[in-house]
């Protein structure tokens, strides 16, 4: 179809995976660079998937309880020192206030990189007894961390995202919260956005300054890479007895609390970008889709038809599909080609001969597919196609992930693997943080995270040879 | 009734009003003081309400067209520095980045104060030609303004809000978008806050820095006291020539743009609480409040009375009333004083005798009116008569608003006013600034608008005796 190239062209994705996700990101008016080093400009087209993020992972947060809450932006040096392996992981990348007006400031503020501290430190003056547990708060945030390197979406030096910070009476609890959150987050990314999550938990090495333990649900992109798009921490007592955060148990015991935190980020528009993406630009499941629904008028001019193209707008609203018309004097081709790189997920092509024979033409962006449907069906058969495009979405996610996982029983099929194999790489590992480094400088793949469903596909160290203690999937990642 | 003293008393509004705030504030767990001076923590029963004071108000701006983003929260000293009167409005009360990581950076960064300069770099760069406008933008986001002393939702270092910010081929346009946005504030707060505004222009003195004409909706609060609750500016052409930001139009001749901003905040939450609290506690209008009705069982412990308050409960919320049941252990009394504290618009009370006689007690939280109503009846009595108390909440604030207006002719009527007659006062005004701050040193009242319609009810200025350009309400201000 010559349609695709009447919108400025861009990169194609077997030829520049890179330039090609750039070049999505600024043709369908997602993102922009700022003139702020490493800060970049949400436009209306990014923004409002982020905020169809927040409204439906929100919703699955409160019905677990979840209450939200806002922290202050900044942190007082000596408080985000508190817990050593913590402020170890954040301090090289802060950006510190140190001026307020024109006075020097006593103490230097950080803004925040994220809210640990503050949650400990707000935790530990209203959690007294154990009527007071649990609590389980969340907040929805800009965070900060200076980043030299700049990319839509996956890194910046300011993002968005959600973290929620928990504390509990007992260890269980904790536990029982971190992977509940992550599950949240795998059933989101695969309901929501049509993209399936391999879960597991991060090796010591990749773990988050201060937790106990780190959870990951790891995405797999078009180009092989994965990306890391959600994490649920479980902290044990560590940053409880940091930061003193004690509570009277029922036998009148003093105890520690036993905290979690776990957060998701505008990174997941990366992921939908890179997931569902192809050459005529984006695809966005209908679910998260900011305009579900395009009505583009054929032979406009022609008398009625514009009405009808708005009536048909109107009816599709009505039965509550997110739905524009596009009424501009550009070509059909050239709204066509527009919409498809914007990813709205189903195209209503209305015309003087449609009008006649009292039907629309629908097509899907997915797949292109047209289907002719009688006017008076056209809102009942969009939605059935929405639904079914969302389906097909995931399915063809899941196809992909599941033939995009090799197995590697030596150093040899593993080195392989990551030359001639995109995707994520199973293999075992003895447990050994030599042995992860050794792999990242000799391959630059990272250890992604040792799967919930653990089994032995070798013996032995896919690196050293020494006995296997985990099956772990690896993987070159943003 | 002492069931109002069980909860940890609060002092009463007539003794001391601000004391009675601060108390509410605290007691009904809306806010906190942080470790960081000037900063507040959001807790989830204030959060709850600027959850609903989003949505609500973001609905209405999208009907208006605005697109919602979001910009970086860095300013770079230069670009601040661009316009002369905005930068000297702001530059005293900046927070400045000086380093990033460990590094320090070449130039300041100004934590934002507003985005107007951040706006106008990004119009600068995407507008082009005529077809490129109106932009009418929206971002809902934190800013930061060190200030040197701290007042729950009025006044701190850190708050939440949106900022609106438009760019228009013409004046007209500007001015009536400038227009059309004070307006939404005025109507969304009647309607949905039941807060009464007055309406109108500030004077030079007090406008925005930088703009042409700004407009103000100001509300009247429980001691007489005046709350700017929002603001929409007029810029002009101003910021456009400062920022250099043109357009090429129809005729091919390169234009300046003209733009606006209006702005609400977490100020607003400080007027409900000032509006319509009283010595029990806060009073939530129905349409805001996180929980409009709470369910409380009596003599809960026997048989079936928890049951048949939870079966209430759904009821209640299956008929799409936020609600919920306080099936804690307190005594009843405790819990009628706890959901009077938190504001709760309408309660449901269901005992052994209510369930005999297959009804139950449904008490106002406004008026405390007891109303016993059928319990298959009561999903739809409820809702209407929490749009009842909504409706009765915005009647007692314009009484109130309306008996507290009161006219001065000459200064020694003025004077008497501002001493004796809490509230507005309406007076004639030259139009000098000195006599403005004249007034503000005699009296501490400031101008607070020149209202939209104008009458003439004196000839001479209420402060020097010259000629009267215009009507002026003036009062003491937040």
């Excluded at 050593?84 to 990348?93: I, L, N, R, T």
Aim: proline share 4%; aromatic share 8%; hydrophobic share 40%.
């Amino acid at each position: 179809m010559a349609d695709k190239k009447l919108v400025e062209e861009i990169t194609s994705m077997e030829e520049d995976f890179a330039q090609w996700y750039t070049d999505v990101v600024k043709k369908a008016e997602l993102m922009d660079y700022s003139s702020i080093k490493g800060c970049m400009i949400f436009k209306p087209g990014g923004y409002a998937i982020w905020e169809n993020i927040q409204r439906l992972l929100d919703a699955r947060f409160k019905e677990t309880g979840v209450e939200n809450v806002y922290l202050p932006l900044f942190i007082p040096e000596g408080l985000l020192q508190k817990e050593k392996d913590h402020v170890e992981g954040f301090a090289p990348e802060v950006a510190w206030v140190t001026h307020g007006g024109n006075e020097k400031l006593v103490e230097r503020l950080a803004v925040r990189p994220t809210s640990e501290t503050l949650f400990c430190d707000l935790y530990a003056s209203i959690v007294h007894s154990y009527r007071d547990l649990p609590k389980v708060y969340n907040q929805w945030c800009s965070v900060v961390r200076w980043e030299k390197s700049t990319r839509p979406f996956l890194r910046s030096s300011e993002f968005l995202w959600q973290e929620g910070h928990t504390a509990h009476a007992t260890a269980e609890e904790a536990e029982e919260r971190t992977i509940q959150m992550l599950n949240v987050y795998a059933d989101f990314c695969e309901e929501e956005l049509a993209i399936p999550m391999v879960k597991g938990r991060k090796t010591d090495k990749e773990k988050f300054a201060g937790a106990e333990a780190t959870y990951t649900i790891e995405a797999l992109m078009h180009d092989g890479k994965a990306l890391q798009s959600g994490t649920s921490h479980n902290f044990g007592d560590g940053f409880a007895r940091a930061y003193d955060i004690q509570y009277t148990d029922q036998n009148n015991q003093l105890q520690y609390v036993h905290q979690t935190s776990w957060g998701a980020s505008t990174r997941l528009i990366g992921a939908i970008i890179m997931v569902h993406g192809d050459d005529s630009g984006l695809v966005l499941p209908p679910h998260i889709a900011p305009t579900q629904m395009m009505v583009v008028p054929i032979q406009q001019r022609k008398e009625g038809v514009l009405d009808a193209a708005e009536g048909l707008r109107k009816a599709l609203a009505a039965a509550g599909i997110r739905t524009k018309l596009d009424d501009t004097d550009k070509s059909p081709g050239w709204k066509f080609a527009e919409a498809e790189m914007r990813g709205i997920p189903l195209r209503a092509e209305i015309g003087p001969k449609d009008m006649a024979a009292g039907q629309c033409v629908l097509v899907r962006r997915d797949t292109r597919e047209k289907t002719v449907v009688a006017l008076d069906e056209a809102p009942q058969k969009a939605a059935e196609l929405l639904e079914t495009i969302q389906h097909d979405m995931l399915e063809r996610a899941r196809d992909f992930l599941d033939t995009h996982i090799s197995d590697a029983r030596n150093y040899d099929e593993f080195k392989d693997a990551v030359e001639n194999k995109p995707g994520f790489i199973r293999a075992m590992w003895c447990g050994d943080v030599a042995c992860e480094e050794k792999i990242k400088e000799d391959t630059t793949a990272t250890s992604r995270c040792m799967p919930f469903e653990q089994e032995k596909i070798a013996d032995t160290c896919v690196c050293c040879g020494r006995e296997a203690k985990k099956l772990v999937f690896w993987g070159k990642a943003y």
